[in-house]
């Protein structure tokens, strides 16, 4: 079945710093990928996605490439802020029908002064 | 812009009590899940809906059950609470997956927060 492997964390940088959170997927067929990211207390939202090998899906100065050779969705920043202190989960979607879509366990990311 | 909403954000339950939590969604979405989210198992997914009466199980349906009478809500049940539903249960909704490539979001609720004691 569909899986998705990211590290769990938590990952602290320091304001400015780069940021690559990496996730890697085992599907079948050509599934869409997605980034969401959750803040304190609140629910899950949509950061980026992509549909389709070597696209890429960006927001907010965040993006990933959808790399169908490596099975990898990575996730990058080339300056975190203070506000980019959430979890952050990468998600593997199904190929259309009724598939489900399957979560990461997510990445805490936790970004100081 | 689309909203889920969860009728509660925090909820204390005691043992053996059936609990109800419920959720609507505001833009016509064929599908609405329910998930919940622990520590170090990140989301799972207890239920699916993807048409009105129409229900599938996720990963972890036991102990719970779902209801969806109408397009817009969709409630999980938990028919004798325990304390191992202690969780943070998250709704959520999409358009229909079905002649996709899986692509379209999903668009989450709040959250409920459960204590069962």
């Known amino acids: 079945g569909n899986s998705v492997t990211q590290m769990e964390g938590p990952v602290t940088l320091s304001e400015e710093a780069f940021l690559t959170i990496n996730c890697t997927y085992t599907?079948?067929?050509?599934?869409?990928l997605f980034w969401y990211v959750q803040y304190p207390g609140e629910g899950l939202q949509l950061l980026l996605k992509?549909?389709?090998?070597?696209d890429k899906g960006s927001n907010k100065g965040f993006e990933a490439t959808y790399r169908k050779e490596t099975t990898s969705f990575h996730l990058e920043k080339g300056s975190v802020q203070v506000s980019d202190s959430a979890v952050y989960f990468c998600a593997l979607g199904g190929s259309g029908g009724y598939q489900k879509v399957t979560f990461g366990i997510g990445t805490k990311l936790q970004v100081i002064p | 812009d689309v909203k889920v909403t969860q009728s509660s954000r925090y909820l204390v339950k005691r043992t053996g009590e059936k609990v109800f939590l419920e959720c609507v969604q505001d833009?016509?979405?064929?599908?609405m899940f329910w998930y919940r989210q622990d520590p170090g198992l990140g989301l799972r997914l207890i239920y699916f809906s993807y048409d009105v009466k129409m229900k599938e199980k996720g990963d972890i349906p036991e102990g719970y059950s779902v209801s969806r009478e109408k397009k817009e809500r969709f409630s999980l049940i938990l028919e004798s609470a325990s304390t191992n539903q202690t969780s943070m249960y998250l709704c959520?909704?999409?358009?229909?997956?079905?002649?996709?490539?899986?692509?379209?979001?999903?668009?989450f609720g709040e959250g409920s927060w459960l204590t069962v004691v």
């Open positions: 599907a079948t067929g050509y599934p869409s």
């Open positions: 992509a549909t389709k090998a070597d």
């Open positions: 833009m016509d979405h064929e599908n």
């Open positions: 959520a909704s999409s358009l229909d997956f079905r002649g996709t490539t899986g692509g379209n979001t999903i668009y």
